[in-house]
């Protein structure tokens, strides 16, 4: 399965490196795209990140690990973006949030479903009947090689085991 992985994927999995997101983003049953544009939007976030990981790495640690995280995306440069698409994209996503529309030209141009965790954009372009644009966390968490579900209940087995 191939998805096209928005830039706040990027920032959730640096925020939390051990989470559901992060696990997903390695995943070897799915393979991710992403326009190169987040490349500039995750640095223009960094102290943002930063902050949320309350100061416990660096700028230089967190493009570190951003840098690990792409190993595995393939990287969509813009100038492979056809004109219709950017132009038909933009004209989707105008009234929602219009910084989007590079996400947008990239599912028009691959036919992929985007994953985004901004609802904002979800919710406004579903009411646009583009909902079938998106995919979501429940369900990639399906297609994963190990469930993030089993690994739960397994160590809550044991903890169960280890309390008798």
Do not use: C
Not at 21 to 28: F, G, P, R, W
Not at 29 to 51: C, G, R
Not at 95 to 123: C, G, M, P
């Amino acid at each position: 399965m191939i998805i096209i992985a928005d830039s706040n994927i990027f920032v959730s999995s640096l925020i939390n490196p051990k989470g559901e997101i992060t696990a997903i983003l390695k995943d070897k049953n799915l393979q991710f795209l992403a326009p190169d544009y987040i490349i500039e939007e995750v640095k223009n976030h960094l102290s943002d990140i930063q902050k949320r990981l309350k100061n416990t790495k660096t700028k230089r640690q967190i493009l570190a690990d951003f840098k690990l995280l792409l190993e595995k995306i393939t990287i969509i440069p813009f100038s492979v973006l056809t004109k219709k698409n950017l132009k038909e994209a933009f004209s989707i996503v105008k009234d929602v949030d219009e910084y989007d529309y590079i996400f947008i030209a990239t599912h028009l141009q691959y036919k992929h479903k985007i994953w985004s965790r901004d609802n904002e954009l979800i919710k406004g372009l579903t009411a646009k009947g583009y909902g079938h644009f998106f995919t979501s966390t429940e369900e990639l968490k399906k297609h994963l090689y190990k469930k993030l579900s089993s690994k739960k209940t397994k160590s809550s087995s044991k903890k169960k085991k280890s309390n008798q």
